[in-house]
C-alpha cells in the first residue's frame, strides 16, 4: 500500500493510548536508600538527595495530585525565577527522585512537563541504575545508515530518555510508529499553550528548540524504519499542521475529493489539488464571505479568481505567476466541480462554471534546447562536482532525457547492457505510467556504476515507490532517505550556471533542468532518428509530441530551405522562374522561411502564400506555384514507373482517356527531371 507523508492530523490520531489503568505510586525510603548506596556518590550528596524525597513527599504524598496539578507547580522554577524564589521548591528540587520513579516503573510523566524542563539530566540516573535504554546500539545504526555519529548519539539520548520518563524503561524493539507520532503531536501541542513564555523565555525561542527536536525525532523514526519497527516512511521534510479554510462546510468537501481521488495520484499531484482548492477558498473568504457553501459559487467568483492570479506571485520563483500556472489551477478547480458532480454529491452546482474559453491562453513555445557551445561549458561543471550522486544524476539527464522523477527513483538493478556492450538503462514507471529501457552514454554508465558501488556498502531497508507502492532498493538515497530534487538537481544546478557563467542580468540561472530533455530530443531529430525511436526514448505516448522536436531540426530546415531559396539552386517546375527572377516579394520570402516546413509535398514544395487564398488546383505538377529539387529525384523516378504502369492497365482495360492522362503525368515528370538534370533511368 502507498504510503505518504502523514499529517499532523494523521499523528494525532495515532497518538499512544495511555493505559488508564495505570496508577503512579511513591517507592520505599529503604529501596531508595539502597539506589543511593549503590551509586557511591559522597556522603552529603546522598543525605542531600533523601531530604529532597522527603521533602517532596510531604509536600505530594499523592503522586496522581502532583500529576493533575498546574504545571507551573510541577515543574517547580519557571522563567525569570532563581533558585531562591522557586514557584514549588520540593517539585524542583526532587527531579532525581521523579527520574528513578519513572525509569523504576512507579511514575509516567506526561509530555508536557519533559518539555518545559529544558534540561533533563537523566542518563546519570540510567546509568547509576544499568539500565539500557538501546542510546548506543541506535546510534551506532543511524551512523551506518549516514548520519554523523555525534548527531546520531545526541537524537538518541534526548528522545529515548525522554520516551523512557513517559513509558517507562522498556527495550528499543518494542518502539514503534505510535510512539514516534505520539513525541510529535505532543512538541507541536506543547507549543500551541498560552503560557509557552513562562517556560522557554518567547515563542520564538521555543520555535528553535522544537526545530531540533523533530529533527532528531525524525532521526529516530528513520532508525526505527530501517530496523523494520516502523511503517511510516522517514520524511525529508517533516509534516506541518494542517491548514483549514475558514468555511467548514467547504473544507470538508475537499477533503473528501482528496481522500477519495488520492488514491490514483501521486502524493505531488494530491498537494498541488489541495493547495488550489484552499487557494479558491480563501479567495472566497476575501471577496465574498457570505458564500459557506459550493452551490452558491457562480461564475463570477470563478472569473474574481483568474483575475487575482495574474497579479499573485509565487512563493518559489518570487516572480508573478506563468500562464500555465494559472491554467493548471483552473483546470484543477474545474475537475472537482466536474468529480462532485459526476459523483452527484449535494450542494454541487449541476452546471459548468469553467468554460474552456475561460481558460488562460498558454504561450506554444518550441522545446528549449541547450546550445552547443553553453552545453559544453556546462558539462564541464558538472564533471567538476565533488558529490557523486549528483554528478551521477546529471550525466543521466544529460544522456537519458529522463525527467527528473524518473531520475530520482532509479533502482538498484536499473542498468545492465546491449548484446553489443552498450549501456542499457532501465527508468522507472513516470509520468505515462509505464517503464522504459533507453541507451546510455558510456559517461553516465560509468558515473551510475559508481553511486551503485557506494549503495553496496549500505545495509539499509527497502522504500516504497510512490508510483507502484512496491519496496524497492532505490540509488539515489542517503541517511536511508530518498534525496530530494532540490539537493539532486535545484541546488547543484544554480552553482553550475554561475560556475560557467549562465545566468542572467539579475544572476537568476538561464538553464533548467528539463532543458536536458529538450537538448536529447532536438539532438536526436538533428540526426535523422526515427520518429518511433524519439518516442521510445523520451517516453511520449503520442507522435505529436515527438513531431516538435523534428519541426525544431535547424538543420534539417535550413538544408531544404537553401536547396530551393538559396541562390544558384538546381530547382525545376513552374515555380522554377518566379524564384530565379525574383518576383517573390521580401514578405513572401520572409513567409517561406517561418514556414518552410509547411511547403513540402509529395515530389516537392508549393510555394502559394496564405494571402493568395486555398489551392484549388489537384494537378500541382503542372502548377505556377510547384518547384522540386534533386533530391525528390528518387521520388519522381518511382512515379515515373507508376504512370506508366497504369498507362499500360489502362490500355489493357481499353480505357484510352485514362491511358492519355497517365503518359501526360509521365511526360511532365521526365521534363521535371530533365530541368534537374537528372536521368529517368537513374
Not at 222 to 242: F, N, T, W
Amino acid at each position: 500500500m502507498r504510503r505518504g507523508p502523514v499529517s499532523a492530523a494523521a499523528m494525532q490520531a495515532r497518538t499512544v493510548v495511555e493505559d488508564q489503568s495505570f496508577r503512579s505510586s511513591h517507592c520505599s525510603a529503604e529501596e531508595y536508600d539502597a539506589f543511593l548506596a549503590s551509586c557511591r556518590i559522597r556522603k552529603h550528596f546522598g543525605e542531600q538527595r533523601r531530604s529532597h524525597r522527603k521533602l517532596f513527599i510531604d509536600a505530594w504524598p499523592d503522586l496522581e495530585e502532583w500529576l493533575h496539578a498546574p504545571l507551573a507547580e510541577r515543574v517547580g522554577r519557571i522563567n525569570g525565577q532563581t533558585r531562591r524564589n522557586l514557584s514549588n521548591r520540593p517539585s524542583y528540587f526532587a527531579r532525581a527522585y521523579l527520574y528513578y520513579l519513572a525509569l523504576k516503573g512507579y511514575l509516567r510523566i506526561d509530555y508536557d512537563w519533559l518539555l518545559a524542563v529544558g534540561d533533563l539530566c537523566i542518563h546519570a540516573v540510567v546509568r547509576h541504575m544499568q539500565i539500557d535504554l538501546g542510546v548506543k546500539t541506535l546510534a551506532r545504526e543511524g551512523a551506518a545508515l549516514g548520519l554523523r555519529m555525534a548527531n546520531a548519539d545526541r537524537a538518541m539520548r534526548w528522545t529515548l530518555g525522554r520516551l523512557a520518563m513517559h513509558h517507562g524503561a522498556r527495550s528499543v524493539g518494542r518502539l514503534g510508529d505510535a510512539d514516534v507520532d505520539g513525541f510529535l503531536s505532543a512538541v507541536r501541542r506543547f507549543g500551541a499553550r498560552p503560557d509557552i513564555a513562562d517556560y522557554w523565555g518567547s515563542v520564538e525561542r521555543y520555535g528553535l528548540a522544537s526545530k531540533q527536536w523533530i529533527t532528531m525525532i525524525g532521526q529516530l523514526r528513520l532508525v526505527l524504519y530501517h530496523r523494520g519497527q516502523a511503517q511510516e516512511i522517514p520524511c525529508k521534510i517533516m509534516p506541518s499542521a494542517d491548514v483549514r479554510a475558514p468555511q467548514p462546510a467547504m473544507d470538508a468537501l475537499v477533503e473528501k475529493w482528496l481522500q477519495r481521488r488520492g488514491a490514483s495520484l501521486r502524493p505531488a499531484t494530491v498537494y498541488h489539488h489541495a493547495l488550489t482548492a484552499r487557494r479558491f477558498l480563501e479567495h472566497l473568504a476575501t471577496v465574498a464571505p457570505e458564500v459557506q457553501t459550493f452551490a452558491c459559487v457562480k461564475h463570477d467568483h470563478i472569473m474574481s479568481w483568474m483575475d487575482a492570479m495574474t497579479t499573485e506571485v509565487s512563493s518559489k520563483t518570487g516572480r508573478p505567476l506563468t500562464p500555465r500556472s494559472q491554467r493548471g489551477r483552473v483546470v484543477r478547480l474545474a475537475q472537482f466541480f466536474k468529480d462532485a458532480e459526476d459523483w452527484a454529491w449535494p450542494g454541487i452546482p449541476r452546471w459548468p462554471l469553467v468554460a474552456k474559453r475561460d481558460l488562460p491562453r498558454v504561450p506554444d513555445c518550441v522545446p528549449r534546447y541547450i546550445p552547443r557551445a553553453d552545453l559544453e561549458r556546462l558539462m564541464a561543471a558538472v564533471r567538476t562536482l565533488e558529490d557523486p550522486f549528483q554528478r551521477a544524476a546529471f550525466l543521466v539527464a544529460r544522456w537519458s532525457g529522463a525527467r527528473r522523477g524518473e531520475i530520482r527513483r532509479l533502482t538498484t538493478d536499473c542498468l545492465d547492457s546491449y548484446a553489443d556492450g552498450t549501456a542499457r538503462l532501465r527508468l522507472p514507471v513516470g509520468k505515462t505510467a509505464r517503464e522504459r529501457l533507453v541507451p546510455l552514454h558510456e559517461e553516465a554508465a560509468e558515473a551510475l556504476r559508481a553511486v551503485l558501488a557506494i549503495r553496496k556498502t549500505v545495509a539499509d531497508r527497502d522504500l516504497p515507490d510512490e508510483r507502484t507502492g512496491q519496496l524497492v532498493r532505490f540509488v539515489f538515497v542517503w541517511r536511508g532517505k530518498l534525496m530530494s530534487e532540490r539537493y539532486l538537481f535545484e541546488t547543484p544546478l544554480t552553482h553550475l550556471c554561475e560556475t560557467a557563467g549562465l545566468v542572467d542580468a539579475n544572476g537568476r540561472r538561464t538553464i533548467t533542468m528539463h532543458r536536458f530533455r529538450h537538448t536529447l530530443g532536438t539532438e536526436l531529430a538533428e540526426r535523422g532518428a526515427k520518429l518511433h525511436t524519439m518516442m521510445s526514448v523520451l517516453g511520449h505516448e503520442c507522435p505529436r509530441m515527438a513531431m516538435v522536436y523534428c519541426r525544431i531540426s535547424d538543420a534539417e530546415v535550413l538544408r531544404d530551405y537553401r536547396s530551393v531559396l538559396e541562390p544558384g539552386a538546381v530547382i525545376a517546375g513552374a515555380g522554377a522562374e518566379a524564384i530565379r527572377s525574383g518576383e517573390l516579394s521580401e514578405g513572401a520570402i520572409d513567409w517561406l522561411r517561418t514556414n518552410f516546413l509547411k511547403t513540402e509535398l509529395e515530389l516537392g514544395h508549393c510555394l502559394r502564400l496564405p494571402s493568395e487564398g486555398p489551392c484549388e488546383c489537384d494537378l500541382y505538377l503542372s502548377c505556377s506555384r510547384f518547384v522540386t529539387t534533386p533530391a525528390y529525384a528518387p521520388r519522381l523516378r518511382d512515379r515515373h514507373q507508376l504512370e506508366l504502369s497504369l498507362a499500360d492497365d489502362a490500355r489493357e482495360r481499353s480505357w484510352p482517356r485514362e491511358v492519355e492522362r497517365h503518359c501526360a503525368v509521365a511526360r511532365r515528370i521526365e521534363q521535371l527531371l530533365s530541368d534537374l538534370g537528372e536521368g529517368v533511368d537513374c
